[in-house]
């Protein structure tokens, strides 16, 4: 700075050259602080580049913190993500587990009126005064039920077998003497005769014409069915193998092996040429049972997979979406107080929507219908949702883990519903409530229930995620919401689709064992097997007894009312009790020696 001394020197009277010098040093002075000034603002100058550098390295540290707080929530993210995933498997995993080693849901429906004992351990967590002990209380077990005793009718023939004979009067043993009793003991056993066959012999009135001989090409015979009454079978052994194959799930290499063991020389492929040609002469019978099934007052539904080595997919290989589609129309008759039942098993290649619902349109089927949760049965605008497939989802958990108090507390609300069902379709088939009674006594009974089940799954949905296994239990309640009630409206529905279940569980376990079919032809025929198998077992009727029935009658059918006389509540047995004594009374032809040749009219 410029010093204060020269600037307040009196300048008056000054000699021009001490001013000069004054005036030098001024110079001089506001020289040096021109440079000092200069220095400063230059070292201002770099210091503010230096300022605005580390500014700059400021705002790429703060945008690199960002980036690094943005990858940090992202991997947090992606961390609890993981985390909830892997508590997912692990649910799936003990599923598995417990499904494996677990009865499957149908067998644990009558279970759950026990679980209702857990509602206490429910009530206590629920309060949040959780101690960490566990105490249900309520809980009574069920009694087993007493094994029945084996037993064999009372027609059984009888044969004595006698190990008396040579016996000794008297035995000692340990020391003791012991005098033979005036009785001896009689053990009653069971024993088998390996079952047999026996050969017919058919006769048919044969016609030759008068006028025309060509070497016996101008004969006629009068068959009832030339397609059947031709063959190496009669209609027992065919209703046996099928029964036997259908019912009894074993394959026809299975029976080929079981005839060899008894001398018989039967190939399975004649087997199922037998059978086939059966089926075929039943087409008006199935056309005549599926016109029942939709003229009935209430129908089920359910698909199980079927494979048909014969329809190929995209790649070549047997299509996987062969299915056999089981439709069962139920009608309770007032006169005679039952339910007729038809079964119709139909085999169909996918289940879209169109294949579905195309008998029902063909048979203009507008009525109620029982099904499972396939969306492809949105169409069904009379529609019931099965309760066993509608908790199925949280009967797995308690397969899981059978402490879940939750699961526990909503299968035990709606368990009563099945009590109630069966309580009063007891007292409809007894005839002590009718029709209109009994779809009113049952309303009473079962609405709260399913009332107080759904308002209860309300107050759980907000504590689980939708991802968890409750929260889709839980879901699928919120998806079929307005059908879980409406079989209530009918009375041949029950609360579940466990007639159609039964039947497909029918064809899958025979389905383990011939694994599947070689054509379509043969997938029809299995069908209609199927069909009138589980037709008669619905009826109460035997099998093979029914099946019989219909092989032996159908040939002679000509109108609708014969064949309508086939249907399974006009089963007559005595129509074939006669063929039945002949074959028991049968003998063997004494002076035949060669083996009959089984190839029917061929020869």
């Known amino acids: 700075m410029i010093k204060k001394d020269l600037l307040s020197r009196d300048t008056a009277g000054m ?26 603002d230059e070292l201002i100058g770099s210091q503010g580049v230096m300022l605005n550098k580390q500014s700059a390295m400021l705002d790429e540290q703060g945008t690199k913190i960002d980036a690094q707080k943005a990858f940090i929530a992202q991997q947090k993210h992606e961390l609890e993500e993981k985390d909830r995933r892997i508590a997912e498997m692990n649910e799936l995993i003990k599923l598995r587990t417990a499904v494996k080693y677990s009865p499957s849901s149908e067998q644990m429906q009558r279970v759950f009126p026990e679980l209702e004992a857990l509602l206490a351990e429910y009530d206590r967590l629920a309060s949040g005064k959780d101690d960490g002990s566990v105490a249900v209380s309520g809980y009574v077990k069920k009694k087993r039920k007493k094994p029945e005793l084996a037993s064999v009718p009372a027609g059984t023939p009888v044969t004595v077998v006698d190990h008396t004979a040579g016996k000794p009067g008297m035995i000692t043993a340990g020391g003791i003497v012991y005098v033979r009793d005036r ?78 063991r008894m001398g018989f020389r039967i190939s399975r492929q004649k087997m199922a040429s037998w059978i086939l040609k059966f089926c075929q002469m039943l087409a008006p019978l199935e056309k005549l049972m599926l016109r029942e099934v939709y003229s009935s007052r209430f129908i089920n539904k359910d698909e199980t997979r079927v494979q048909v080595l014969d329809v190929r997919g995209p790649d070549g290989k047997p299509s996987g979406s062969s299915f056999m589609y089981i439709t069962i129309g139920s009608t309770f008759d007032i006169l005679d107080r039952k339910v007729h039942a038809v079964v119709m098993a139909t085999y169909i290649q996918g289940r879209s929507t169109d294949i579905l619902k195309d008998d029902m349109e063909r048979f203009g089927y507008d009525g109620p219908v029982m099904t499972d949760g396939l969306k492809s049965y949105g169409f069904i605008s009379r529609r019931c949702i099965c309760w066993v497939h509608a908790v199925r989802k949280f009967k797995e958990i308690l397969k899981m883990d059978s402490g ?41 009974a079962s609405l709260p229930r399913i009332e107080r089940f759904l308002s209860r799954a309300d107050e759980l949905r907000p504590r689980f995620s939708p991802a968890g296994l409750m929260g889709k239990a839980i879901g699928y309640i919120d998806e079929y919401r307005p059908w879980l009630s409406t079989y209530l409206d009918y009375v041949e529905a029950t609360p579940s689709n466990n007639i159609c279940e039964r039947v497909a569980k029918s064809f899958a376990t025979g389905r383990k064992n011939w694994l599947f079919c070689q054509s379509i032809d043969g997938a029809d025929a299995s069908a209609l097997c199927y069909s009138l198998v589980e037709t008669a077992k619905l009826q109460g009727i035997s099998p093979l007894d029914y099946l019989e029935y219909v092989f032996t009658l159908a040939p002679d059918c000509r109108t609708e009312d014969d064949w309508r006389s086939l249907l399974p509540w006009n089963f007559d047995i005595s129509r074939i ?27």
């Open 15 to 40: 000699e021009p050259r001490e001013m000069i010098g004054i005036i030098a040093e001024l110079r001089s002075a506001m020289i040096v602080q021109q440079s000092e000034i200069r220095s400063r």
């Open 183 to 260: 009785e001896d003991k009689t053990v009653i056993k069971t024993a088998y005769i390996p079952g047999k066959l026996i050969v017919e012999e058919h006769h048919y009135a044969q016609y030759r014409t008068l006028d025309a001989d060509d070497g016996g090409k101008n004969k006629i015979v009068l068959y009832g069915s030339a397609e059947t009454d031709s063959t190496g079978a009669s209609p027992s052994l065919v209703a046996q193998l099928a029964v036997s194959k259908f019912d009894d799930h074993l394959p026809l290499y299975r029976q080929e092996e079981i005839f060899q």
């Open 404 to 444: 879940n108090v939750f699961a526990s507390e909503l299968l035990g609300i709606i368990s009563g519903i099945y009590d109630d069902d069966e309580k009063l379709r007891k007292l409809l088939l007894a005839g002590s409530v009718s029709r209109g009674e009994f779809i009113e006594l049952r309303r009473d």
């Open 577 to 603: 009790s006669g063929a039945r004594s002949a074959r028991m009374s049968a003998l063997p032809d004494p002076g035949r020696q060669k083996p009959y040749i089984i190839c029917g009219a061929g020869r």
